[in-house]
């Protein structure tokens, strides 16, 4: 399994853009990237998917280098309830346990 | 939105304790988690289950067993509590277990061992 290296901390203004970026150096052809965020006092929460290239949702969108050794999440318009600590999985898509191997993840704090 | 309820949310048990965590998901989902996070660390999988009557083996196992009961309920039992246990610990489903299934974290159990 790749292992991923995030920014320990980030810090944003709100309204702000935030990019948060993943290395994931060693990903094989069979993993899949993820993003999870957990505010305090809950469980993570999903975010977004994908595999290559550029992803988008309601909440976010996920850019993927064509070696897809880094990708970058990005936040538009971070309020107070985006501060949170963001976590860049991979996970591998031939395996069939749904498993997710959590880091230390981004804390990220939005000031007002 | 699936639902994923842990009971207690809160538990202090004494070295040597017996401690039950309980989850339970409404959402039909076949597969279930166990987790546990340390202060300022990711989650660490324990056990896991894709079904009533199944039980794998996570990363972190030691000290834990789990059981799933039926297809909403998934139990962590520490039948000899450590101080090293005291944690954070989460359930979570999800559909199918595929890499791309995304998966429903509950609102956590506080668990200290003195």
């Known amino acids: 399994l790749a292992k991923t290296t995030q920014p320990p901390s980030m810090e944003a203004y709100e309204g702000q853009e935030v990019n948060v970026s993943c290395s994931h150096t060693?990903?094989?052809?069979?993993?899949?990237i993820y993003w999870y965020r957990q505010v305090p006092h809950q469980g993570p929460q999903f975010i977004i998917q994908?595999?290559?290239d550029y992803v988008v949702n309601e909440v976010a969108s996920l850019f993927i280098s064509a070696d897809r050794k880094l990708s970058t999440l990005s936040l538009p318009w971070v309020s107070l309830r985006d501060a949170a600590v963001y976590y860049c999985?991979?996970?591998?898509?031939?395996?069939?346990?749904?498993?997710?191997?959590f880091g230390d993840g981004t804390v990220l704090t939005v000031k007002p | 939105e699936a639902a994923v309820t842990q009971s207690p949310r809160n538990k202090v048990t004494v070295t040597g304790g017996n401690v039950t965590l309980s989850c339970r998901q409404t959402n039909s989902h076949n597969y279930m988690y166990w987790y546990r996070q340390d202060t300022g660390h990711g989650l660490r999988l324990i056990h896991y289950?894709?079904?009533?009557?199944?039980?794998q083996i996570g990363d972190v196992p030691d000290g834990y067993k789990a059981t799933r009961t039926t297809q909403e309920d998934f139990f962590l039992l520490l039948e000899l509590a450590s101080p090293s246990q005291t944690s954070l610990y989460f359930c979570?489903?999800?559909?199918?277990?595929?890499?791309?299934?995304?998966?429903?974290f509950g609102p956590g159990t506080r668990l200290l061992v003195l």
């Open positions: 999985i991979v996970t591998d898509i031939d395996t069939n346990t749904g498993k997710l191997t």
């Open positions: 289950s894709y079904g009533a009557g199944n039980l």
């Open positions: 979570a489903s999800s559909d199918t277990g595929g890499a791309r299934d995304t998966q429903y």
């Open positions: 994908g595999y290559k």
């Open positions: 060693n990903i094989a052809t069979s993993e899949y």
